[in-house]
């Protein structure tokens, strides 16, 4: 299986986004658009946390997962399921296209351990600055992959992307 960060940033409001009913599912469906134009295929999940659902519980337990460089390398990033409640194996870094995106934030409304951090823009259904969203930020294997801070919802975010 694989995971990547999107190479396109998007604002709070990721139902608008993917157009979708909520915000998990347009993550969701903003995850597959761009693993097809990316030509990887499969089934996406996006690593995201809302009131009602956890990342961690929405993904299903069928890794290791692998980051794929642009020369075709793959990097194996997280073992399973249990691994995602820690730190990656490696840098989680790479895009659909498997550029390099250290460094940038991406949209998690998820706390270290993969539960909900209480800070996810309303359950990604808003885009305005009276709400927040919790990010992670690609780089060192470290607990930051998934809580390194938050942004306000008016600003424009990657994701993170799981085949399942």
Known sequence: MRVFITSTAYRGDLAAAGQAADGLAGGDKLCNR????SLKGGTWKAWLSSSSSSSLSRLQD???WYQERYDGTVVRTF???????TAPL???????NG?????????TGTSTGGGASGDSCNGFMSSSSIYQGTTGT????TAGWTDSSWHYCD???????FEQ
Request: negative net charge.
């Open 34 to 37: 761009a693993a097809q134009a």
């Open 155 to 161: 600003g424009s975010m990657r994701l993170l992307c």
């Open 62 to 64: 069928v890794g290791p």
């Open 138 to 141: 690609s780089g060192p294997p």
């Open 79 to 85: 073992n399973n399921a249990a691994n995602l409640s």
């Open 99 to 107: 550029a390099n995106m250290s460094g940038v934030p991406y949209w």
């Open 90 to 96: 490696v840098p989680l870094v790479y895009d659909e």
